[in-house]
């Protein structure tokens, strides 16, 4: 759902998207295999993709009668609770999370050893969640279902009375990475710009900015952004040796390339106003432009190592890379956006 723009939209491919969306509405895995539910993110990419293929082809015709329920039924679930303990707590925010399991897209795991849990209420998943809750209220109004749009509205106000408050780490200028169940998390990572790259978000523009000072300063590399500050006790620079060195590493200081899309969403916007930003743009996104002739022909690799010279690892043709570099380039360094298109 994350690559999904990026492959399917900004290339024009809406055919091709709208099948994957009807595909996923009903996901089960291959013959024989027990689907697996460990992911408390992944139904609120799928809103966020539904609401992208919208943005570029006004298809509510085919969401009314193919995604509708079904996206009605992801909020649903939020709301009443599901394994591994997510469930919308008392003040509006999601929770997730249990002891052995990794439920976010920082899911590294060596044995029992779960690298980062991030038990507790992710900031990148309540930022999805008020995401989620505001494409729910605006469909519910195209559809002309205005008691759902209230109950949406409602939910994605309390959600935004609260985020600012208990996620915003003063001492940092920056957002804390989870709330836990004893002391909020206040490890540098880059799941914070996601409360900046969202099509709906929270925050105001002088903490806006501030976070996008952070994650500049701490976490941008010319490949993506660092999974954790190296000024981090617990950061590993380099990724590398056995299973477990790997894996140690994979969340921990790795560069991911993906990454580097939403925060040139965030850096485009927030700088917008300000002299040659489209070419200060391309600039950053200038070296993974250039990995296409590298690792693997045409592709972006899956990782770097979060120490210079940032040697590419992991696999060499990873789609949300590949996806997320395009669309951030098409988007917002031409600012080319289904909006320019229309």
């Known amino acids: ?59 509510y015709n085919f969401v009314r009668e193919t995604l509708w329920s079904v996206l009605q039924e992801i909020i649903h679930y939020f709301v009443r609770g599901t394994r591994y303990n997510i469930h919308l707590d008392c003040d509006g925010l999601l929770y997730a999370g249990e002891p052995g399991v990794q439920l976010t897209w920082m899911d590294a795991k060596v044995g029992d050893w779960v690298v980062t849990p991030r038990q507790g209420k992710p900031v990148e998943v309540n930022a999805l969640w008020y995401n989620a809750l505001c494409v729910m209220r605006d469909l519910s109004d195209r559809y002309g279902e205005p008691d759902l749009s209230a109950e949406y509205a409602g939910l994605a106000e309390r959600t935004a009375a609260r985020f600012v408050e208990a996620f915003w780490n003063s ?35 002088a903490r806006e900015r501030s976070i996008l000072d952070v994650v500049e300063r701490e976490l941008l590399t010319p490949c ?21 060195s790997r ?29 040659d930003v489209y070419n200060n743009a391309r600039r950053m996104l200038h070296p993974l432009l250039c990995q296409v ?44 956006g289904p909006e320019k298109i229309k």
């Open 1 to 59: 759902m994350i690559a999904l723009p990026g492959l399917a939209l900004v290339t024009g491919r809406f055919d091709e998207a709208r099948d994957i969306l009807a595909a996923y509405a009903n996901r089960f895995p291959d013959w024989g295999d027990i689907p697996e539910y460990n992911s408390v993110d992944a139904t609120l990419w799928y809103v966020y993709a539904v609401d992208r293929f919208l943005a570029y082809t006004d298809d």
């Open 171 to 205: 001492n940092a200028g920056c957002l804390y990475d989870c709330l836990t169940d004893t002391v909020p998390d206040a490890a540098i990572r880059p799941n914070q710009i996601f409360a900046l790259s969202l099509p709906h978000r929270m925050l105001d523009a």
């Open 224 to 244: 993506g952004l660092r999974s954790l500050s190296p000024s981090d006790a617990a950061y590993r620079g380099t990724y590398g040796g056995d299973p477990y």
């Open 247 to 275: 894996d140690s590493a994979y969340h921990q200081g790795t560069v991911w390339a993906w990454l580097m899309g939403p925060f040139i969403t965030s850096w485009v916007r927030i700088h917008r106003k300000e002299a």
């Open 293 to 336: 002739e590298e690792s693997g022909l045409g592709h972006i690799s899956e990782i770097f190592d979060g120490d210079a010279p940032h040697v590419f690892r992991g696999c060499f043709a990873q789609a949300w890379s590949t996806a997320e570099v395009l669309r951030a380039f098409v988007e917002d360094v031409l600012d080319q």
